[in-house]
Structures are given as structure tokens and as C-alpha cells.
């Protein structure tokens, strides 16, 4: 079976080698693109659109795929009933400090490794194409996961929505005619993508942050307004705050989406670095400040009680919607409902172009099928962007056949999948920081080289240790579906590497052939 995955993964010849300079080496510039169109001899472009996406671009690409209302929504009644009460705010902000710590070593290398591989190009940079190869594949699968969890979650959300005004459909089909959707913007240029997301996400924060400055500005609710009951070392470490920090994880997922862009970016070596420490600051101020308004609305002392009643009643969301409806009225818990739908949708789409971008750098170092590195007349992967469409219904429709619950199954099982996998891939990305900076001996300083990534090693570690150990509760199933869905994880890095390695003989066999 191996032997006919590689043939089918057969790539074009002689793949430009990883190149550690401020170039692109993913990518090809406007002039040779140009060259490339007037070529008869070249019928299809590679080149992504260089310059078309600044700093805000990439930060609403990120933003969406954080899904904001949906990670408050989702999360918060459950790190808060589960977790450490009053004190899940402080978790936040913990799992921010960890990730600008990670950041730090990240940064530094996407100002001297340029391309749309990301965690890809970093490890391959490291330790070899074998290496970035499993890295590859671990982060299509936590990157196709995660989306696929999010169809199931939409699905059954806009389901509801639709049902509250008497017209029945089911999620999958909505799921399915959302893919659709999701495949033709994907292969549009990527300022409509951006601008598209801008709008959905600057909605959603929008009546988020309504909610928490009201309940700023009023004082609170029956316990008034404390940041020692949230945020003092007492308050984050009682309950099980390991819990809390992993759903925080959960909620922050995709802020390295930032480099996934650097061969479109304006500037790639300013634009990633500033939109990667911009993006974590707002995610993890954002995500706290909400979260501990929710708290001071229920109350510090009522607030573990009010989510687990909320849990319990089997409408999480009824913990955040209820205050919304309250405080502005009965629309307010409509127009919640709406974006809710919104913000999931933006996350399909942020996470579309992000595969899409893996899959095209990966064709371009010879790693996966040349066709996928083919883009069309707006410079955007298309060839790649229906791959990942059929993928997603690959992993969706089995769902729908089975008649599984999207949100206890499809939504639970594989978001929680994704954790682990994109866990594994900040550990190994800091590793990998370590490894090149050490070989290379590039003057640089120490802090962001060496004791940087290393600290973030060891925290991740410490995270993705809790992630595993709490890994039945995150994702709402059985110990037997725990594993085998963490078992996926060593899988598919396995499976990158010997994947890799049967591409690398073949193409030694066929230069030997050659100079023969």
C-alpha cells in the first residue's frame, strides 16, 4: 500500500533545495512569473501573489481561524465548570505568556527561513526534508482536523438557527454547501479572502466587546468587579487549572498561521514578525478580558456554579447568550446566534487557505503531487484548494452516514485532536530553532536562539503533558476513543517521514538512471 501512496505522491524532479535566506525560496518572484505566463513551454504558474497582504490582512486571517465568539462561547463554560472557576481569565493570560515565549524562536526564524510551509520549512531547515516531512504532515492534520470540527459545529449551529424560524436542514448539508462555498473563495485572490474575514470578525468582537465594557462601565455584577478573584496566583491555581489551561490552548489555536502567509506578505520580514506578537497579544488580552467579565457578571463565588448549569442543561452556550440577552434584549441573543454561524464560518475559511498554502509549498519542494503547486489567474492555489475541499468531505460525510452527533462527535474528537497534533508541532518547531541556529552559528542573540526556544520547549512539554493526561475530558468520549485519536498523532508523523524517504530513493535511482 506504501509503494502505490508514493506513486501517487510521485513529485517532479530535482526539487530547489531549502534556502536560508530572506528570499522566498517557496515562492517565485513577479519577474520569473512574468517570464513564466509568456513562456509557451510554461502552461501553468506556481507563483502566489507576492505583496498582496500587510499586516492587519494576516492578523484577521488569524483572528479567524481563533473564531473568537466561538472560542468564548465553547470554552469558557467549560474551563470555568471544569477547570478553575474564577481564576480560568488567569489561565489565558499563562497560555499567552507561553506562546509570545514560543513566539520569540518562531520569529526569529521566519526572518531567515521565507515560505508558505511555516512549520514545514522551519524543521526541513533544521533536520532534513525526512523531518519537516512528518512536521508537513502533522500539520495538515491538525489544520484539517480543526476544520472539519468546525463544519460539525456550524453545521449543527446554523441548523438550529434555521430551525428557530420553522425551516429544517440538516448540518451536513449545510456543512456540504458550505464547502462548496469555501472552495471558490478559496480560489479567488487572497484580499478577498482577507476583507471577507475582516468584516465577519470585526462583527463578532464587536458584540463581544459590547458585553464586556458594559459590564465593565456598570460595575459588575452582585460581587462587583475583582482582578485578584481572577487573576492572584490563589485564584488560577484552584480547582484543576490544568484544565482550564488546555481549553485556553484550544481557544488560541492557529496564531502560527502568521508565517504560512510570508510569500505573500508585503515586507514578509517585518510583516510576519510584527503580525505574529500582534495577534498573540490581542488573542490573549482579548480572550481574558472577556472571560473575566463573564466572571464578574455571575459573580466570582457563583460563576463555577452558573457554567456548570449551563453544562448541564446541554446548551453550553447558554452561559455566554444569556447575559447577552439580559443586558441588550432578546436581539441581542439572535444576532449572537447569527455570528455565531459567522465567526465559524471565518474560521473554515482561515483555515481553507492555510492547507491550501501547505500544500502548495509542499508540491514546490517536491513532496507532494507538482499539480498542487499550480495556481491560477488570481495567483491563489487552486489546484490545492480542491484537494483540501475534498478532504474535508472526507472527513465529514462519515459523520452524517453514521448519524453521529456533530458537536459531542465530529466538533469534540477532532478539535481535541488538533490540540495534540499543533502541541507537538510548537515543541518540535522549538527544537528545531535551537538546531539550526547552533549549526548555522548566525550571530544572533542568545535569548532568541537558544534560552527562548528551549524555555518554550520545556512549557510546552509541561502543556502538552496536561492536554494528554486530561485528554478524555477535552474531548467528551470514551478512554478506547482517546487513544486511538492521540495514536493518530506518532501515526502521521511516521507516515510523513516514510512517505518522504520512498520520494527521496526514488529520485536518487532516477539521477543514477540518468547519468547512466
Known amino acids: 500500500m506504501l509503494d502505490s501512496t508514493v506513486q501517487d505522491l510521485e513529485p517532479h524532479p530535482s526539487p530547489p533545495a531549502l534556502m536560508t535566506v530572506k528570499k522566498d525560496p517557496m515562492s517565485i518572484s513577479n519577474s520569473e512569473s512574468r517570464t513564466a505566463d509568456a513562456s509557451p513551454a510554461k502552461e501553468h504558474s506556481t507563483a502566489l501573489r507576492a505583496g498582496s497582504i500587510g499586516v492587519m490582512g494576516i492578523l484577521f486571517f488569524v483572528l479567524s481561524a481563533q473564531a473568537p465568539l466561538t472560542g468564548i462561547t465553547g470554552a469558557s463554560p467549560l474551563a470555568a465548570a471544569l477547570g478553575n472557576g474564577a481564576g480560568a481569565p488567569g489561565a489565558y493570560l499563562i497560555v499567552g505568556v507561553v506562546i509570545v515565549i514560543f513566539a520569540v524562536g518562531f520569529v526569529a526564524m521566519s526572518r531567515r527561513i521565507q515560505g508558505s510551509g511555516a512549520f514545514y520549512a522551519y524543521v526541513t531547515a533544521a533536520f532534513g526534508r525526512k523531518a519537516g516531512a512528518g512536521a508537513a504532515w502533522l500539520a495538515l492534520l491538525a489544520y484539517s482536523t480543526v476544520q472539519a470540527a468546525m463544519y460539525g459545529l456550524y453545521g449543527a449551529a446554523f441548523s438550529g438557527l434555521l430551525a428557530s424560524v420553522s425551516v429544517n436542514v440538516p448540518w451536513w448539508a449545510l456543512a456540504l454547501a458550505t464547502m462548496a462555498g469555501v472552495q471558490v473563495l478559496g480560489s479567488l485572490n487572497i484580499e478577498l479572502g482577507a476583507k471577507v474575514l475582516a468584516l465577519l470578525v470585526g462583527l463578532e468582537v464587536a458584540i463581544l466587546l459590547m458585553f464586556g465594557f458594559t459590564v465593565l462601565f456598570s460595575g459588575g455584577g452582585p460581587e462587583g468587579i475583582s482582578i485578584a478573584a481572577s487573576f492572584s496566583p490563589e485564584a488560577i491555581a484552584a480547582g484543576a487549572p490544568g484544565v482550564a489551561i488546555m481549553f485556553a490552548v484550544a481557544s488560541m489555536f492557529g496564531f502560527e498561521s502568521t508565517a504560512i502567509y510570508s510569500a505573500e ?17 490581542v488573542i490573549a488580552v482579548f480572550f481574558s478580558f472577556i472571560s473575566w467579565m463573564l466572571v464578574s457578571y455571575y459573580g ?25 440577552v439580559e443586558l441588550f434584549g432578546p436581539w441581542a441573543g439572535t444576532a449572537t446566534g447569527i455570528l455565531l454561524v459567522t465567526s465559524l464560518l471565518a474560521g473554515i475559511i482561515a483555515f481553507h487557505n492555510g492547507i491550501n498554502r501547505y500544500l502548495h509549498s509542499l508540491a514546490l519542494q517536491g513532496s507532494m503531487p507538482a499539480v498542487l503547486a499550480r495556481t491560477n489567474r488570481h495567483s491563489a492555489p487552486a489546484a490545492a484548494a ?32 488538533a490540540v495534540a497534533a499543533l502541541l507537538v508541532l510548537y515543541i518540535l518547531c522549538s527544537v528545531a530553532v535551537v538546531g539550526f541556529f547552533r549549526r548555522e552559528r548566525v550571530e544572533v542573540q542568545l535569548w532568541q536562539t537558544f534560552l527562548a526556544p528551549a524555555l518554550a520547549t520545556l512549557l510546552l512539554a509541561w502543556v502538552l503533558a496536561l492536554v494528554v493526561s486530561n485528554f478524555t475530558a477535552l474531548i467528551g468520549g470514551s478512554a478506547e476513543t482517546a487513544a486511538a485519536l492521540l495514536v493518530a498523532v506518532p501515526v502521521m508523523f511516521a507516515a510523513g517521514v516514510l512517505v518522504e524517504s520512498r520520494i527521496e530513493r526514488r529520485q536518487k535511482a532516477g539521477s543514477l538512471g540518468n547519468a547512466g
Open 265 to 281: 506578505a508585503k515586507d514578509a520580514h517585518r510583516t510576519v514578525a510584527r503580525a505574529t506578537y500582534l495577534s498573540v497579544a
Open 300 to 324: 466570582p463565588s457563583q460563576v463555577m456554579d452558573a457554567a456548570g448549569a449551563a453544562l448541564e442543561s446541554g446548551d453550553s452556550t447558554s452561559f455566554v447568550l444569556a447575559p447577552m
Open 386 to 417: 480542491r484537494i483540501q475541499t475534498a478532504t474535508a468531505v472526507v472527513l465529514v460525510v462519515p459523520f452524517a452516514l453514521l448519524a453521529l452527533d456533530p458537536v459531542l462527535t465530529l466538533f469534540s474528537w477532532f478539535s481535541g485532536l
